[in-house]
């Protein structure tokens, strides 16, 4: 019996949803798997927001397709009607979820203090001793959330991942009242899926890994 593997390789991007709630005690599930995830320097680096309203989950798609509108106009005399049409809907179709899971990134402060003085006397300002450690914060933020999506996966919902929306990370900032410190990562549509999805390519093992 493999459970994990299985888990794991059963959890796929689903982008269709049935129309069926989410209960709050499934919500309050995924997010309390969500916060048990490592983190750099114990930071806990993340917000989590559960939206099921949907007139703010309106504002979020409109906000999204807008910024998208934006940035394609310089694009727009050599883009068709189909395109236009296909790219809106796979930013925003997170609006048809009846659950919405909105990912913020908090500051996270490195725990050796003179280590960071000493990186910013060698010219390093915050972002660049963030790239020195492989961005931990960021790093973070991915492992809870894959801790998110397979809590989704075992209580027999889908959900997709989506950094699109990032698009229009401030409007949705400001949609959703958060802090000015916060940074917009995702947005994960969560729901019953409405379909099952074809196999994926996997590379080879051989490809990704090898034992010495
Ligand atoms: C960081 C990250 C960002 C992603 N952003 C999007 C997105 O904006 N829109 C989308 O449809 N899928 C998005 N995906 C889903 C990927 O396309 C998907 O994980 C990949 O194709 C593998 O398919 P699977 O999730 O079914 O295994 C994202 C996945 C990750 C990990």
Same mark, same amino acid.
């Given at each position: 019996?493999?459970?994990?593997?299985?888990?794991?390789?059963?959890?796929?991007?689903?982008?269709?949803?049935?129309?069926?709630?989410?209960?709050?005690?499934?919500?309050?599930?995924?997010?309390?798997?969500?916060?048990?995830?490592?983190?750099?320097?114990?930071?806990?680096?993340?917000?989590?927001?559960?939206?099921?309203?949907?007139?703010?989950?309106?504002?979020?798609?409109?906000?999204?397709?807008?910024?998208?509108?934006?940035?394609?106009?310089?694009?727009?005399?050599?883009?068709?009607?189909?395109?236009?049409?296909?790219?809106?809907?796979?930013?925003?179709? =997170?609006?048809?979820?009846?659950?919405?899971?909105?990912? =913020?990134?908090?500051?996270?402060?490195?725990?050796?203090?003179?280590?960071?003085?000493?990186?910013?006397?060698?010219?390093?300002?915050?972002?660049?001793?963030?790239?020195?450690?492989?961005?931990?914060?960021?790093?973070?933020?991915?492992?809870?959330?894959?801790?998110?999506?397979?809590?989704?996966?075992?209580?027999?919902?889908?959900?997709?991942?989506?950094?699109?929306?990032?698009?229009?990370?401030?409007?949705?900032?400001?949609?959703?009242?958060?802090?000015?410190?916060?940074?917009?990562?995702?947005?994960?549509?969560?729901?019953?899926?409405?379909?099952?999805?074809?196999?994926?390519?996997?590379?080879?093992?051989?490809?990704?890994?090898?034992?010495?």
């Amino acid at each position: 019996m493999n459970r994990f593997l299985d888990l794991a390789a059963e959890r796929r991007s689903i982008r269709k949803f049935q129309d069926r709630d989410v209960p709050d005690e499934d919500i309050k599930y995924f997010i309390e798997a969500a916060v048990r995830a490592p983190s750099g320097c114990n930071s806990q680096c993340w917000k989590f927001v559960a939206i099921k309203d949907r007139e703010i989950i309106k504002r979020i798609e409109t906000a999204v397709i807008e910024e998208l509108d934006k940035i394609l106009e310089i694009k727009r005399s050599q883009l068709s009607e189909d395109y236009l049409n296909s790219k809106r809907k796979a930013v925003s179709f =997170f609006a048809k979820a009846p659950l919405v899971i909105a990912v =913020f990134m908090t500051k996270a402060e490195f725990y050796d203090k003179t280590m960071v003085l000493a990186l910013k006397e060698r010219g390093l300002d915050d972002k660049g001793i963030m790239d020195l450690f492989a961005n931990y914060d960021l790093l973070s933020i991915g492992a809870a959330v894959e801790n998110l999506l397979l809590a989704i996966q075992e209580k027999g919902y889908g959900a997709c991942w989506m950094n699109e929306p990032a698009i229009a990370a401030e409007r949705i900032k400001e949609i959703l009242e958060m802090d000015k410190d916060d940074r917009f990562i995702s947005l994960i549509p969560v729901g019953v899926p409405a379909y099952t999805p074809r196999d994926k390519k996997m590379k080879e093992l051989s490809e990704v890994f090898k034992m010495l």
